[in-house]
């Protein structure tokens, strides 16, 4: 069946490095979303991309979805505490599912 | 306006007993989606409604079933439950089918002994 994978599992920064989560499908996605779980939390929205090759700004964050549609970039520049929690991307692909990537969790040490 | 509630927050159940879980989403939304999230399996897709209709299912026994309401709340049902049913049971509402942002509510943590 599909997978959606994601790397690094765990990744852990000192304040102020950056940070960087790949998103790898065995297919091709309609859009690509990415969402942040705080400890304890439930997942929350970040962004969307529907085109291919398509890059988004927040702040810190650049988001990046591939010219193929099938592989997703997350990086924060300048890491902060509050940056803790677990990155998923999720998107549309057979079927017209929504799969969920596995996930880094990200660590930050002040 | 409000965000998705999910009832009840938590829940301990024994073997072989079943449950219901509820889900109100955003005031307006008409999709609704259930996931189930474990430690060892992440994140995983467990059916999704719109107008009272499933209109997408993922690959779980048939004692996960779920409802929609007209008024777009949702239920979902585990029967027959299992020790590995012990999980988080997500719901997620969006405005329309296939489309934007997931609004996730805050969970309902199932136990079963």
């Known amino acids: 069946g599909q997978q959606v994978m994601q790397i690094p599992q765990y990744q852990h920064v000192q304040e102020g490095e950056d940070f960087t989560t790949y998103c790898n499908s065995s297919?091709?996605?309609?859009?690509i979303q990415w969402y942040k779980q705080r400890p304890g939390g439930h997942p929350v929205f970040l962004i969307q991309?529907?085109?291919?090759?398509e890059v988004k700004k927040q702040k810190r964050l650049t988001f990046q979805f591939g010219e193929a549609k099938k592989n997703s970039s997350l990086h924060i520049t300048a890491t902060q505490t509050t940056d803790v929690g677990t990155y998923f991307c999720?998107?549309?692909?057979?079927?017209?599912?929504?799969?969920f990537g596995t996930g880094t969790s990200l660590t930050v040490i002040p | 306006k409000a965000g998705v509630t999910q009832t009840p927050r938590y829940l301990i159940k024994t073997r072989g007993q079943q449950v219901t879980l509820s889900c109100s989403p955003i005031?307006?939304?008409?999709?609704v989606s259930w996931y189930q999230q474990t430690p060892g399996q992440g994140l995983q897709f467990l059916f999704e409604?719109?107008?009272?209709?499933?209109?997408n299912k993922g690959n779980f026994p048939g004692r996960f079933s779920g409802r929609q309401f007209s008024n777009s709340r949702s239920e979902m049902n585990v029967s027959t439950l299992e020790l590995g049913d012990s999980a988080l049971y997500l719901c997620?509402?969006?405005?329309?089918?296939?489309?934007?942002?997931?609004?996730f509510g805050p969970g309902t943590r199932l136990t079963v002994l």
């Open positions: 997620a509402s969006s405005l329309d089918l296939h489309g934007g942002t997931q609004y």
């Open positions: 297919t091709t996605l309609s859009n």
């Open positions: 991309l529907v085109k291919s090759g």
């Open positions: 999720a998107g549309r692909g057979t079927g017209n599912q929504f799969y």
């Open positions: 005031s307006g939304h008409r999709s």
């Open positions: 409604y719109f107008s009272e209709t499933q209109r």
